[in-house]
């Protein structure tokens, strides 16, 4: 409730069968854990006794705890606690403005477009062929168990597909800039829509709308936590008013220099550019100026990873 109320997290609901399943272990000793072979581990889990594991990645030392959970599609996992490193900065001075697009997930003052991979056109029709049949499934019947099983399968993999760009890109951002603005989320709100003005009315409207939607909004909101994370006190939150309709090479501040959704053009310097790419220079230079003034003018300090904020378990 505190969380929703924060506003990070939606409104508490009634735990489900099948949704958010695990648990956590807590005081785990090192003898709990041990390896089998190059790929295959075993914990000792109280009640169950020694359970198998893939052993995708080193298990941190001293480990104290591990989650574990079941998804939707029936996959089990477990996660042992440890808070990472952050990722050290380049101190190269580069500072980066990133923002959502209309046209595109993100993109990057350099110019980048960045998309977040969702489900092919194909594995969208599929799912929604998947849906109408879950509709006409008799309730409580195999079939349905079976359709609602490849419906999670599917949506898992949608799922996969935004927290591996997610890690990815947080991880490139924070190793190639030493300061990244983002944009305020708290003062726009969090699904810019695709609609457009009476005047520049967006194309792909319906394409947009929906299943899209919520994948840009995840993706979105997950990259800007991940950079948190992984580059503390290197992310600038800048206040987004004026940054897609200011020119980036002249500063002139012109609602009709929106000429679509996707190309700004000036009317005062000539310049012509993507409308995303446009918006993501406002907020590196904005970034720019707050990261000066963090470094209290000391500019051969460079901005620096800070103590990593610690994050409460999920569990
Ligand atoms: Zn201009």
New binding site residues.
Partial sequence: MANFVAGTHGRPGFRKRGKHEGFRIIAVKATDIRRLSRNVGEVRIPKAGWIRFRWSRPVPDGVKSFRVTRDRAGRWFIAFAAIPQPIAAPRTGEVAGVDRGVTVSAALSTGELLIVPALRDSEKARLLRLVRKLARAMRRSKRRCAVKAAIARLKARETDRRKDWVEKTSTQLAQRFDVIGVENLKIRNMTRSARGTKDAPGKNVRQKAGLNRAVLAAGWGGLVTLLEHKAPGRVVKVDPAFTSRR?S????VDRR?RESQAVFR?R????TGNADVNATRNIRDIAAGHAVNARGGDRDAGPVNREPRLVPPLA
């Fill in positions: 020119c090479a002249c500063g002139i220099a000036c005062s310097c000539g310049f």
